[in-house]
């Protein structure tokens, strides 16, 4: 058996890695099983990162050579490569006077979307896409190299950890909720004001920059296409002068977010449902859109392929702020009907308090496991010291491209 693991070549490649990505189950392979579909692009997921990277393996069929047409794709994997807060350290402003903390940067290269046919399994091909990958992200300067998982997909887990030298480093919550047939309520006591994207950036680097993961490149995430806006919830009184006032006195409550539209980048589904399940679910929805005045919970069309929005950059101040954040979910849960999306889901760190002020069904949310390695010991610790043995934070930033 040949294996060559070369770079993903969109013009010939596109339709036989789909082939391979229609038959790969993303996470655990239980009775129920989550299917991702890439819409033609497979490299979707990475392509609005500043630096990527999508490969292929390809086997020469037995008999064959490459000249000749026989080989077959296998398997795939991306990366990418970006600069990231790791911590913060508390620096003087210029005229001296003044102890702020300020973000510790570092070259950060992630893995996602690894797939090897079901076939073609257990070969060490997995192995060998995450090797070559890694000598892609050594070669670019990154220092650090992490994948996200499912705790309980043993494959993939017992890959990184046992086989690529990863360790097990943060556990943030995936929290999913339906998109109902009919609208949410908000607070007649908030204001609710779309930023523009400079606006929003500043806002970001004033109240984010030293949270774990806040990536340099914020402006190219809030300028994108696929960012439908940035929200801002105040109190109703509050007169919304710009962010120059309202970083320099803001009230006293108040909450921030921002949507990505997922649904124009992959759709997913979830396959391996009984005939009765689907018809609950069928039942529920039915009801919800013929009484949406009751405003009855349902559940979407999970079992066919749905699109999401994700909501990133949730964070806020004040002792009320989660009122305010919950604001803001029934805006952005309207916004997601009207685009007909099946879900909302938004991603926070374990120790986040925003984990329980965020509505999310416990059924369709579950816990991530991210897992870090080191890449290069020749380089300064600086003021964070071996990122992979810090402490987590409250917050962590989740980069919508990644999601
Ligand atoms: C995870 C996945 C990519 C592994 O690919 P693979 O080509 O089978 O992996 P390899 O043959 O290179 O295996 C390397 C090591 O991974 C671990 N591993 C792989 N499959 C495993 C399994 N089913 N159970 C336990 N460990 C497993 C083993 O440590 C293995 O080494 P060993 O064979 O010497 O014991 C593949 O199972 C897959 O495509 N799964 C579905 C998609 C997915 O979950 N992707 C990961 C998302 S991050």
Redesign the pocket.
């Known amino acids: 058996m040949v294996v060559i693991i070369r770079e993903y070549n969109p013009k010939t490649d596109s339709d036989r890695v789909e082939q391979v990505e229609n038959s ?4 655990p392979n239980g009775e129920l099983s989550l299917y991702t579909d890439l819409l033609g692009d497979p490299i979707c997921r990475v392509r609005n990162s500043p630096a990527y990277l999508m490969l292929v393996a390809e086997m020469v069929v037995s008999g064959g050579d490459e000249a000749d047409g026989t080989t077959e794709i296998v ?1 795939m994997i991306r990366g990418c490569i970006k600069t990231v807060t790791c911590g913060s350290k508390f620096s003087r402003n210029k005229f001296g006077d003044c102890v702020k903390p300020v973000p510790v940067l570092t070259k950060l290269a992630y ?2 979307g ?3 046919s079901p076939i ?9 896409l995450v090797r070559r990958m890694e000598q892609w992200f050594e070669d670019n300067g990154a220092e650090y190299s992490y ?3 499912d705790d309980a ?4 887990v ?2 990184f950890t ?2 690529c030298g990863y360790a097990k480093f943060r556990n943030p919550s995936v929290l999913v909720h339906p998109v109902f047939a009919h609208r949410l309520p908000i607070s007649n006591h908030v204001t609710i004001v779309k930023l523009t994207p400079f606006d929003a950036e500043s806002l970001y680097r004033n109240h984010f920059s030293t949270t774990e993961f806040f990536p340099r490149d914020i402006d190219a995430i809030l300028n994108n296409h696929l960012n439908l806006g940035t929200f801002l919830a105040l109190p109703k009184r509050y007169i919304w002068e710009g962010p120059d006032k309202f970083l320099s006195g803001p009230p006293k409550n108040w909450a921030v977010m921002s949507v990505w539209n997922c649904k124009d980048v992959f759709k997913l589904e979830v396959k391996g449902a009984s005939k009765l399940r689907k018809g609950f679910a069928k039942t529920t929805r039915v009801v919800d859109r013929a009484f949406p005045f009751l405003r009855l919970p349902s559940l979407p069309k999970i079992f066919s392929p749905f699109g999401l929005h994700m909501l990133y950059g949730l964070g806020g101040s004040g002792p009320l702020y989660t009122r305010f954040i919950k604001a803001l979910f029934g805006f952005a849960h309207n916004l997601a009907k009207e685009c007909k999306c099946g879900v909302i889901a938004t991603e926070v760190s374990s120790e986040d308090p925003l984990k329980l002020a965020i509505p999310h069904w416990k059924v369709l949310s579950f816990t991530d496991l991210w897992c870090i390695k080191r890449l290069g010991e020749d380089y300064s610790d600086g003021s964070v010291g071996d990122w992979r043995k810090s402490q987590p934070g409250l917050s962590i930033f989740v980069d919508p491209r990644e999601f």
């Open positions: 790969c189950e993303v996470g398997g893995i996602l690894l797939r090897v073609h399994r257990r070969m060490g091909i997995g192995l060998k994948i996200a998982t997909n043993e494959p993939s017992s890959l046992e086989k």
